[in-house]
């Protein structure tokens, strides 16, 4: 007997809606105070109804707990993003999906900041039409190493080994992985674009006809054919030497992307 295909997750826009954003792959990190600038500015002036973020908010993250220490500090960069996502939620309807730097995001930072935690993917109804939502990591299947990687690192017995180390260990390790990352970025090696075929099918079984996701830093609109599409969220780097913000807004006349820098 075949296995079950598992169920996708939905969540249904309420009629109020009448605007939703979505942004990914801001990799907020202290050290880019540019990008936090560009992100807290947004945050605090859109006028969307609900705001989706689908992965990689942070550049790391290793535990809820980094927020709590030195709670209130002013270098505390953690406690800050998390101030700013709480008084967000508490104006319209925010959302976090985990994306392959920020998958240790947990609980007990969506209760504190009044985020619902979305699984990947989800679909998403509005305006009489389904959206799939992803981050779309999972999603490539070109990139062996990463999803074995992340088959791992995505398990409960891996998290629990992995948060009970001392955050001053955690955060070394996090540094250590970035630092790999980074070389493979300036050595040019290519990266796995998304699966088209996974798309579609992906897309099949959600009775979906649009994937929005972010992860790859390509921005564009992708025709997987058979009458499915994809589009793709632009990163965030308000210090490039072509500053980056970008925000994909959906309201009753469709999608557009909206440049915020």
Request: proline share 5%; glycine share 6%.
């Amino acid at each position: 007997m075949p296995s079950a295909v598992p169920r996708i997750a939905e969540l249904h826009a309420p009629p109020s809606w009448g605007t939703v954003d979505f942004i990914s792959d801001l990799h907020l990190q202290a050290a880019d105070a540019a990008t936090f600038a560009a992100w807290r500015d947004y945050m605090e002036s859109t006028t969307a109804d609900a705001v989706f973020i689908l992965g990689d908010l942070f550049e790391v993250w290793v535990g809820d707990d980094a927020v709590d220490v030195a709670a209130g500090a002013q270098d505390n960069f953690e406690d800050r993003c998390a101030r700013l996502l709480g008084q967000t939620a508490a104006r319209l309807a925010l959302f976090f999906m985990h994306g392959n730097r920020d998958f240790l995001v947990g609980p007990h930072l969506m209760a504190r900041c009044n985020t619902t935690l979305l699984a990947d993917p989800t679909v998403l109804g509005f305006n009489n039409q389904r959206w799939l939502l992803s981050h779309g990591d999972a999603l490539c299947l070109g990139d062996v190493d990463y999803l074995q990687f992340r088959r791992e690192v995505r398990s409960p017995a891996w998290q629990r080994s992995f948060l009970a180390r001392p955050l001053a260990e955690r955060q070394a390790i996090a540094r250590g992985l970035r630092e790999q990352s980074e070389a493979r970025k300036q050595s040019g090696a290519p990266y796995a674009d998304v699966d088209s075929r996974a798309a579609r099918e992906q897309l099949k079984a959600a009775n979906a006809q649009i994937l929005i996701h972010g992860h790859t830093h390509r921005p564009a609109v992708h025709d997987l054919g058979h009458g499915y599409s994809r589009v793709v969220l632009s990163d965030w780097d308000a210090a490039a030497a072509v500053p980056r913000a970008e925000v994909l807004r959906l309201t009753a006349t469709g999608l557009r992307r909206i440049p915020l820098l």
